[in-house]
């Protein structure tokens, strides 16, 4: 396909997301190729899935590293021999340096699971739950130097019901990721979606705080 666009996934554990991504990509008429998925943990599941899928992996454990930017300058390297156009965040459980965030501006994703601002950082479905939330969510968003911040592309949104536990939330918010995350990276890949100077655009128009935003 001439106009093939070349991903890498970027992950620490299960890879569910990675799984909705390649699992997109089977269509027929996807643009998106993913050229390699790569861990800072070597017995990460999604490791798995992606070889399974026949998807190049590599490992990069950030413990050999004295540092933070060490660590991101050799991932850096790495991701570079695969020459992508996009790097997609599937749960990949590091901070990263502004260097390395700098270095892919405007070509970087992440997946959270909140309706971000409410929530960076861990036990998102625990807090919402706890603060008594009526409606709790997932996000897609380009990725800057603030930790889980950054424009907004989509958000899926779906109600917190009255028998919910952190595991239950949890699991219908998945079931949104799955859905809103390779949507996005396809938007991106065809062209729709770039990131501006006043925030992401999709077609040309601005989106707005939320992003694109999915109501269940
Ligand atoms: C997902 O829920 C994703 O939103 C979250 O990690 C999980 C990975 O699941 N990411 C973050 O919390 C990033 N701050 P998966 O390995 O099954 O795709």
Redesign the pocket.
């Given at each position: 396909m001439p106009n093939t666009c070349d991903v890498v996934v970027l992950?620490s554990?299960?890879?569910?997301?990675?799984q909705a991504l390649i699992d997109s990509t089977r269509t027929g008429d996807s643009p998106v190729r993913i050229a390699a998925v790569i861990s800072n943990r070597a017995d990460a599941y999604?490791l798995q899935r992606a070889s399974d899928a026949g998807i190049a992996t590599r490992s990069l454990d950030h413990k050999g590293f004295e540092g933070r930017e060490a660590f991101d300058a050799a991932l850096i390297e790495l991701i570079d021999e695969f020459n992508p156009k996009l790097v997609v965040l599937?749960?990949f459980?590091r901070i990263l340096s502004a260097d390395f965030v700098r270095h892919y501006q405007g070509r970087l994703l992440?997946?959270?699971?909140s309706l971000l601002p409410k929530y960076k950082g861990l036990h998102t479905h625990q807090r919402a739950l706890e603060a008594g939330d009526a409606e709790h969510g997932?996000s897609v968003h380009f990725v800057t130097e603030e930790l889980?911040g950054g424009p907004l592309v989509v958000q899926a949104v779906i109600p917190v019901e009255l028998h919910d536990s952190p595991q239950s939330l949890a699991q219908r918010v998945?079931v949104q990721?799955h859905l809103i995350y390779p949507m996005a990276v396809r938007w991106f890949a065809e062209g729709r979606l770039t990131l501006g100077e006043q925030g992401a655009l999709l077609d040309g128009q601005l989106l707005g705080a939320s992003g694109h935003l999915i109501r269940n």
């Open positions: 992950l554990g299960t890879g569910s997301n990675l999604g599937a749960g459980m992440n997946i959270h699971p997932c889980d998945h990721e």
